[in-house]
């Protein structure tokens, strides 16, 4: 919490930013007290992003450590970028959530404690060995001890549900308590809990209980001191209708917006895999926007039957993660050869194999450009926030469908759920890219090709006259027919890359996020690292350091003005939360002298991390 | 949907399915009669070539498509199931047939032939069964005898085979019938009836190998042994073969199996004889069974229980229903659902 600049007309201290970090077991419904308190943020006009950390366990034994379910929020008065490194205020709903997070509050944070969830049993589960609450750890810090399971169990006691039941509305009673410290409107989630619990007006009215009193202890308990209210006053944004949207959200309605701009419907084969299924879940939900879902028997199916309905005329598209992208290879490569259109969402997570399937990564990088046998080429596009994400789901659609090739969009589990602020663009504006079919019979083959772009004819079955067959063998370039001619295979593989090259002429060239476009280093970023990045050059900057942010979001074809732009930079730094995989793209294209800096911890960077980076690679 | 196009200016011929690509199978594979058999009985089914897909995986059957000169999609193995659901979906007037092996459809490919005969996708699926790998040279297959000597297995094979026929019955297809390559106008008929089924349709054809299986089913086919181990079943009628049909199958009590009686003269009288009746599915399982030289094997439709809707047609009416209960959806409505603010 940044130092109070003065009070508000009523009383309240005004901060520029907070971090808040909501820390439970995995049933005591941190996730939706964080959510919720995200939407009442925005709603109060502040800038924010959020980090939803959870184990992959659907409920973990409770109270052990590796059950602690985790969501954090940076919102300020000013652009936030990143979730933030450390909280400024920590909520420990029982031993363990305080054990896993204690050490990333700074001295003076405020930790909020439920008293009543540190009992012996408890305590042992967490691994401490004497009660915090009585010895000296958290002496360092401002601390709220509250029971707040008694509390709530009182709140709720006039609507019976019974004890366990009564018990889990202390999230809302959590949040009550935090609406009253930042001036919160409780309204929006008052009326979200009427809706969610129609069905069931009594847990409804019982959580609508707990909330409004965990607001009134805020409003008549006495406080310890040091703790008191706070005002984050509305933060300067560009006019606009806004939403919070996450990034699989995001990709589900650009590709349903993308579908209709290429006037085609949509085919969304796609398999269940963390943290990838709720591109499912809302697509699921769109069947009237002109997109058919379809849960496929497994990963191969999902891509298949997209690949299958590409070549019957629709838009295949299909999303997964890093396992499920290594199981769909093969059919990818069909899509290349047969040069069909595919879209393909590879929200990636830690690896190799099953690694950490909630816990993020940008390890499918190599996967993405190069993972198929043969030469393979594609388009890879790689959004840096939740609302990229719908822009370049319906340029991967206007790519896939003008260049007839497979387009991988690589998000990850950082972007996929954590939530920003997003300025809703009017999609009357957005231009329009009609797919026309081939219908000239004259002198057809399935393997004509646009001069300028290389793309192939795309003629759809039923059309009479066009009858034709295309599939995994290799096809002469003048006829379509197969071929194992030597020369014509070379040929033809060129000319795959080649038409993958052209998509470079047809996207922006690169641009400088931050700095001029020469200096000492360059800091070159992709994906969900944007903001720490970001905010680490800034950093860097203010303390005199000749450094510029370029962060890349086309991946291949990399953009065609890179090589040029990197070559007036005298060191280059890539940040990246894998072991080196852009930095072996940038070595291996250019022949620049690019350097890695990694994390590879399932975590997103912290700034702190990439300026530390910055300043050891500009200092040797 | 099963298209039905109104019948063209000239009936179609047998030619107008063949393309210009040279057929290269080895001489005297079976294959070249099936092809034979389906581009004989198309013309016949009131097609058009532009709304006819074949697609295939990977195997000596799956070159198929490329001889068809209609659409058609040579995909990878063991995958033409979940392509096929995919075209199927996004363009329900096409009439799509499915060519697969024993290796393509049962090995790699058995998830998904599972799944696309549950799902009631409606297309037909042919699958070409030799027992045996061909394209790579004589492995042996799901469906090879046990100890079936291959390079890959020297001292004969230890795997128990699965039976197709059997497998595609238990998936829940709704159609299911068998034929041999060689009897093609047996063949046409059956395929032509799985064409006239809304839903997944299986066919399993018998096909001989010559080069790496030869006479693999000669139990079966041979002429001088075809009317004792060959039984063509007909719904309504009973289940009977032997030279001048003098012997029948009878379930026996319970259903509990099955047994060959004589029929007429020191026999039982041919009312004795179970009748074929193609919408008993137990029944169906226990002649999908039969095995030669024990039991003739059972050809022809062995069942036919069309569902009331396809999947494809299920999923169509989805999608109506979404749009009937929200209208055409509205992107910006859409972007604009739930929380949202203005700053002015």
Partial sequence: MDTPVSESADGREILESVVIRFAGDSGDGMQLAGTQFTQATAVAGNDLATFPDFPAEIRAPAGTTFGVSGFQIHFASHDVLTPGDAPDVLVAMNPAALKVNIADVPRGGLIIINTGAFNKANLKKAGYDRDPLEDDTLAPYRVLKIDISKLTTAAVKPFNLGSKAALRTKNLWTLGLLYWMFDRDRSPTVEWLRTKFAKKPDVAEANIAALNAGHIYGETAEMPQGVGTYKVPKAVLPPGTYRNVTGNEALAWGLAAGGRLAGLPVLFGSYPITPASSVLHALAKLKHFGVTTFQAEDEIAAVCSAVGASFGGSLGATSTSGPGMALKGEAIGLAIITELPLVIFDIQRAGPSTGMPTKTEQSDLFQAIWGRNGDAPLCVLAPATPGECFHYSIQAVRLATTYMTPVIVLSDGFIANGAAPWKVPDFDELPRFEVKFHQDTEGFHPYKRDPQTLARVWAKPGTPGLEHRIGGLEKHYDSGNISYDPDNHHKMTKVRAQKIQNIAQDLPEQTVDLGPDTGDLAVVSWGSTYGSVNQAVSRARAEGRKVSHIHVRQMWPLPRNLKALLSRFEKILVPELNNGQLVRVLRAEYLVPAEPLDKIAGQPFKVAEVLDGIRAHLDT | ?344
């Fill in chain 2, 1 to 344: 949907m099963t298209p039905l196009d109104p019948p063209a200016d000239k009936k179609l011929t047998r030619k107008d399915f063949v393309s210009d690509q040279e057929v290269r199978w080895c001489p005297g594979c079976g294959d070249y009669a099936i092809l034979a058999a389906i581009q004989r009985a198309l013309p016949d089914m009131g097609v058009t070539r532009e709304k006819t897909v074949f697609i295939s995986g990977i195997g000596c059957s799956s070159r198929f498509p490329y001889y068809m000169n209609t659409y058609g999609f040579h995909t990878i193995h063991g995958r033409a199931p979940a392509l096929a659901t995919g075209l199927k979906l996004a363009n329900p007037e096409l009439d799509v047939w499915i060519i697969t092996g024993d290796g393509d459809g049962l090995s790699i490919g058995g998830n998904h032939l599972m799944h696309i005969l549950r799902r009631n996708v409606d297309v037909q699926l042919m699958l070409f069964n030799n027992r045996i790998y061909g394209l790579t040279k004589g492995q042996y297959s799901p469906t090879s005898l046990l100890g079936q000597r291959s390079p890959s297995t020297p001292m004969g094979s230890l795997d128990s085979p699965i039976n197709p026929t059997l497998f595609a019955l238990g998936a829940g297809a709704r159609f299911v019938a068998r034929g041999i390559d060689t009897s093609t106008k047996t063949l046409g008929v059956v395929l032509s009836e799985a064409r006239k089924h809304k839903g997944a349709s299986f066919v399993e054809i018998l096909q001989n190998c010559p080069v790496f299986n030869d006479g693999t089913w000669e139990g079966v086919t041979a002429k001088q042994v075809a009317s004792d181990t060959q039984m063509w079943v007909e719904h309504g009628k009973p289940l009977l073969f032997g030279k001048d049909k003098n012997k029948g199958l009878r379930v026996l009590a319970g259903g509990r199996g099955v047994e060959v009686v004589t029929v007429g003269e020191g026999g039982v009288p041919e009312s004795e004889v179970t009748v074929h009746d193609e919408t008993n599915r137990p029944l169906a399982f226990l002649l999908a069974q039969l095995q030669v030289p024990q039991m003739p094997m059972a050809f022809g439709v062995l069942y036919r229980d069309p569902a009331p809707v396809s999947y494809g047609d299920a999923v169509a009416a989805q999608n109506a229903q979404a749009i009937e209960k929200n209208g055409e959806g509205d992107i910006n409505a859409l972007l604009r659902s739930g929380h949202t603010w203005t700053v002015k």
